[in-house]
């Protein structure tokens, strides 16, 4: 990523924090993207992000942060219905955790989630999901953009049992950008904590942590892979 649209980012999300306008464990919380290209973006109105009818277009670095910034703006839901082979649980979204929260809503809607994997299970610490080996995900990144979200770890959410957090990217970046396409969900009792201030946690669950519990159970191989794929079925904003 050039350091001018990182910088750019990381600037602008710091102007809206402020309220102006426009590894075993921690280093394994990560993914690289691939795949994906980049077009310039399509405005979008109200109507078509409340329905889900958003228009053909791709984001990339240059334009994501004011895509969605917008788009946070036009979202009076919160709320995420996650249905995977294992059964269903809801998270909810944080609101003062804007860009990421628009982000998840924007991909279920997009229905990028629908097909993907829990990928990465680590026994009593996190569930990981958002990826796959399939061809079908790599297209999909590719339709949606290339891009990253800029860190927002300082409004005061911990990782607590149950949190909803953003991977960082590997791909040189020393400013920890998160991937937009994957998040974990935390399962140690009472929490990681020790992922504070690294990552950006932006939302919880709020029903069915039984079966993020069940999913945690399973058997893995190398890399912390299920030797059973559990595939998500289906994103639901509510």
Same mark, same amino acid.
């Given at each position: #990523?050039r350091?001018?649209a990182?910088? $750019?980012?990381i600037?602008?999300l710091l102007?809206v924090s402020? &309220?102006e ?6 280093d394994?919380?990560?993914? *690289?993207?691939?795949n994906?290209?980049t077009v310039?973006?399509?405005?979008l109105d ?11 277009f791709?984001? $990339?670095?240059e334009n994501?942060?004011?895509f969605f910034?917008?788009?946070s703006?036009?979202l009076k839901k919160?709320k995420?219905?996650?249905t995977?082979? #294992? ?12 860009y %990421?929260k628009a *982000?998840f809503?924007?991909?279920a809607?997009?229905?990028y989630?629908?097909s $993907?994997q829990?990928h990465?299970?680590?026994?009593d610490?996190?569930i990981?999901g958002g990826n796959?080996?399939d061809?079908k ?7 949606i953009g ?5 860190p927002?770890g *300082?409004? &005061? %959410?911990?990782h607590?049992?149950g $949190?909803?957090? #953003?991977p960082?990217?590997e791909?040189d970046n020393? %400013?920890?950008?998160a ?7 935390v399962v140690?009792?009472p929490g ?6 690294s ?7 709020i029903?069915g #942590?039984d079966v993020?519990?069940?999913?945690n *159970?399973?058997?893995v191989?190398?890399g912390d892979?299920?030797w059973?794929n ?9």
């Open positions: #990523m350091q001018s990182l910088a $750019t980012s600037l602008f102007l402020c &309220g306008s426009p590894k075993k464990e921690k394994k919380v990560q993914e *690289n993207i691939a994906t290209d310039p973006k399509t405005e109200s109507t078509a992000i409340e329905e889900g009818e958003e228009e053909s791709k984001l $990339t670095e994501a942060i004011e910034f917008d788009y703006k036009k919160d995420v219905k996650i995977t082979t #294992m059964g269903s649980f809801t998270v909810q979204l944080y609101d003062n955790v804007p %990421h *982000n809503i924007f991909l809607r997009q229905k989630f629908d $993907t829990f990465r299970v680590v026994k610490f996190i990981q796959s080996d061809r995900t790599a297209r999909k990144r590719g339709d290339r891009y990253l979200l800029p927002d *300082n409004k &005061g %959410h911990k607590h049992r $949190t909803i957090s #953003m960082s990217s791909r020393p %400013h920890k950008l991937s937009p396409y994957e998040f974990f969900i140690k009792d990681s904590y020790h992922l504070d201030g990552y950006t946690p932006f939302g919880r669950v029903e #942590m993020v519990d069940a999913i *159970n399973v058997r191989g190398d892979w299920p059973q559990i595939y998500i079925l289906k994103a639901e904003v509510l």
